[in-house]
């Protein structure tokens, strides 16, 4: 059982909007701090938000007043709402639970230009 699944990615213009969103399916959901990060093309992996278990949130600078993490404990997912893209978010953006250092398989976004 894959602990983490991504979905929501896809190719969109630059100014466009996407929403990721990751299911949990392993244990340590409702104990862990939630994050998402990328990967680039010949760059290293990056957190881009991170959210606690109360709710507080941590974004790179890069994102910061584009992109919202959320979390819904009920639910077991934590969603990455990404408004006015840019081609420099191109990436796969991978889920990751870091109480168990759980990773999800990453979903491709690709804005283009």
């Known amino acids: 059982q894959v602990p983490l699944v991504e979905s929501g990615g896809g190719l969109v213009e630059a100014g466009g909007s996407l929403r990721l969103s990751c299911a949990a399916s392993?244990?340590?959901?409702?104990?862990?701090?939630m994050e998402w990060y990328r990967q680039a093309p010949g760059k290293q992996r990056e957190l881009v938000a991170r959210?606690?278990?109360?709710?507080?949130?941590v974004y790179a600078d890069s994102v910061k007043g584009r992109f919202t993490i959320s979390r819904d404990n009920a639910k077991k997912t934590v969603d990455l709402q990404m408004n006015s893209l840019k081609p420099e978010d191109t990436a796969v953006y991978y889920c990751?639970?870091?109480?168990?250092?759980?990773w999800g398989q990453g979903t491709q976004v690709t804005v283009s230009s």
């Open positions: 392993a244990s340590g959901f409702r104990l862990s701090a």
């Open positions: 990751h639970q870091g109480l168990n250092n759980y």
């Open positions: 959210i606690s278990l109360a709710g507080s949130t």
